[in-house]
């Protein structure tokens, strides 16, 4: 009988250890599951984040090859007598869908050789004619345009 009373005591014994176990073990796999949740969500914001810099950087790439890029015009220059061209001079093809005269009202101050829209090749020229009179005159014309290979459309004042 005394061996069968340590035999109970050492399997409640045992039987508290093992329990023991098995709360640390379920705490272990909590804590687990709480560092790997955090650390899926802190991958997640890493990625977003890099993804901001590509992005930023892409566009920092951007306007760094506009900056090395010649002007896309020049000009006015007088090419003889009243007619004065403005040149592309961006190495690359440019449409012009339009020409806006300012203010408005004064397109019968300006003559342009072209009818729009018209492509430009590099160092090709528009070329135009202003007129004056005592009743007014234009004070500048807006280029609207786009390099050909792109949907970006941009704007050029031309001051005469």
Avoid: C
Avoid at 6 to 11: D, G, M, P, Y
């Amino acid at each position: 009988m005394a061996i069968a009373a340590v035999a109970a005591v050492a399997a409640i014994v045992q039987a508290r250890a093992a329990h023991a176990s098995q709360i640390a073990a379920e705490d272990a796999r909590n804590e687990s599951r709480v560092a790997r949740d955090e650390a899926v969500r802190l991958s997640a914001e890493a990625n977003e984040a890099f993804k901001r810099q590509a992005v930023a950087q892409e566009r920092a790439n951007e306007l760094a090859e506009m900056k090395s890029r010649p002007p896309s015009w020049t000009g006015p220059r007088r090419v003889k007598g009243d007619i004065q061209g403005i040149g592309n001079t961006s190495g690359k093809v440019i449409v012009v869908e339009s020409v806006e005269v300012r203010p408005e009202g004064a397109d019968n101050f300006v003559t342009v050789d072209r009818e729009f829209p018209h492509s430009f090749q590099p160092g090709d020229e528009l070329r135009f004619t202003t007129f004056s009179s005592i009743g007014g005159s234009a004070d500048d014309m807006i280029l609207h345009w786009r390099f050909a290979d792109s949907a970006e459309y941009h704007r050029t004042v031309v001051n005469f």
